[in-house]
Nanobody, 119 residues
Framework: QVQLAESGGGLVQPGGSLRLSCASGSGIVFRDYVMKWYRQAPGKQRELVATIFSGGSTKYVESVKGRFTITRDNTKNTVYLQMITLRPEDTAVYYC????????????WGQGIQVTVSS
């Protein structure tokens, strides 16, 4: 059973930093997946925040550019989201997603982790 387990969330003051991690268990070939971080704030739709492809190229939603950095370690089956200069509007549940490159593979989601930015 493949699982994606997020860690690193919590409460931080505005301007602070957090690093989220998402580790996948055995059962998937990590490099066969595009890894993404989504977030969902109360009363809002889930939003794609950052994407990292197998080769390492990245994409970000405009609101986090320059503040968030997504990285991956294919040897550790782990993807990270470094967040700096956090704002109250970054408060949300953050979800890790593994999107397969090949159509015969399935997609996986983590359970979500709370990030709260508040003074």
């Amino acid at each position: 059973q493949v699982q994606l387990a997020e860690s690193g969330g919590g409460l931080v003051q505005p301007g602070g930093s957090l690093r989220l991690s998402c580790a996948s268990g055995s059962g998937i070939v990590f490099r066969d997946y595009v890894m993404k971080w989504y977030r969902q704030a109360p009363g809002k739709q889930r939003e794609l925040v950052a994407t990292i492809f197998s080769g390492g190229s990245t994409k970000y939603v405009e609101s986090v550019k320059g503040r968030f950095t997504i990285t991956r370690d294919n040897t550790k089956n782990t993807v990270y989201l470094q967040m700096i200069t956090l704002r109250p509007e970054d408060t949300a549940v953050y979800y890790c997603n593994a999107h397969p490159i090949f159509s015969w593979l399935r997609e996986y989601w983590g359970q979500g982790i709370q990030v709260t930015v508040s003074s």
